[in-house]
């Protein structure tokens, strides 16, 4: 019984209360209400797992300057055969199946298996995506894409240009992406098949925001549908000053307002418009734009609200990426530890027993309550330095810290 997110009247609850009793809701559906003004909001919340992130290996043919690996000292990996066929023993006992997406902090398509892998997974009805930097995208590897009829792959493309490319990537790469994306497109168009799908994800930094709109224009050539933007998670101080969030901090305020309301009337969306908005997203966790509640994403963690869970490499289980690994970034020229967090091994238990487990289930109640110091926002003791614990006493892993929480940070 998944519910989107609803208001309803104290009326209407005792009503929908009372219909869930007879109606024998399972034991493992859980609810979260919260007050607001005069009524009850029940915010979204998932009581099985809908997205499984897979990553197959931590190994990766380009060395990009944003990526988690230049600022670790793990050991890379690949999935081997055995953990693989856990996972898909796994996704075969789970009902309905959950989608899958073949990501980490790797590259999916170096993985010597990762044809079969999809195979396996589509055989059984799963849905499938993956994300890629798409220099191995090559006209084989795009007709076994169709073949297989994965649902969407995600291309990473932070420039429209070698040298904003280059900067990120590697520059004398940005022609062999686009002829691969080019081939991919001509496929689908000469085999009739609308599958599969293609995404571009653009990270944003200083240094390639000026491209955005060119980059939406070249996906868009090749039949692109969908657009993930995110900011720069800054693994290197180099890549702190590249950073377009730099003062998303608000001055302490009583617990009364620190979050106050506000009503805007519409606005039509232009360079004026952006300006006009900035005082307001900046510190407002809340406010309406014609009536329509507006809201940039704090204190909502995408990975426990979409109901999904990460598994590394190795076999380990996350309840997102950001956790998956031990890494470090920057905020406001200084250094952010972030410790992983593990809540199975997909070698000793299946995802449901994983997900059923009082570790993890706890985790995700706590993470649905959001309790946690806003740190992101307040920097202001060393607790805000690492994910160990905060100042309202939440113990490890402490999320209000966490940047893609704070809706800074985005995944496709």
Known sequence: MDNKRKIISSAQLTEWLHTAIHLQCAPEHEFLLEARDEEIAIPSKSARIHKIYIEPTTACNLA???????AW?????????????????SVKQL???????????????????????????????????????????????????????????????????????????VANELPRLLKNLQTLCTLRLRTGHQLPNLGIAFVAMKRNIADLQNVVDIGRKFGADHFSISHV?????????????????????????????????????????????????????????????INFGENHCPFIHRGSVSIRWDGKVSPCLPLLHHHQYYLENEIHQCYEHLVGDIATDSLSEIWQQSPYSEFRR????????PCVYCNSCDMAYDNLEDCFGSEFPACGKCLWAQGIIRCP
């Open 64 to 70: 990009c300057k944003t990526c988690m690996r230049n």
């Open 73 to 89: 000292s793990t050991s890379q990996g690949v999935m081997n055969p055995a953990t693989f066929d856990r996972i898909l023993d």
């Open 95 to 169: 009902s309905p199946l959950p989608s899958i997406f073949f990501g980490g902090y790797g590259e999916p398509l170096s993985h010597p298996h990762i044809l079969k892998m999809i195979a396996s997974l589509r055989d059984v009805g799963a849905r499938v995506e993956l994300i890629t930097n798409g220099i191995l995208l090559d006209e084989k590897m795009s007709q076994a894409m169709i073949e297989l009829r994965v649902d969407r792959i995600w291309v990473s493309l932070d420039g429209a240009r070698p040298e904003s490319y280059g900067d990120v990537r």
């Open 366 to 373: 706590k993470v649905l309550k959001f309790d946690f110091s």
């Open 233 to 293: 998670l800054a693994h290197t101080h180099e890549l702190s000053k590249e950073i377009l969030y730099d003062n998303i901090y608000i001055e302490s305020l009583p617990p009364s307002q620190y979050s106050p309301r506000i009503d805007l009337p519409r606005i039509p969306f232009s360079e004026q418009s952006g300006a006009f908005l900035q005082p307001f997203q900046n510190g407002y966790s809340s406010f309406t734009v014609g009536n329509q509640q």
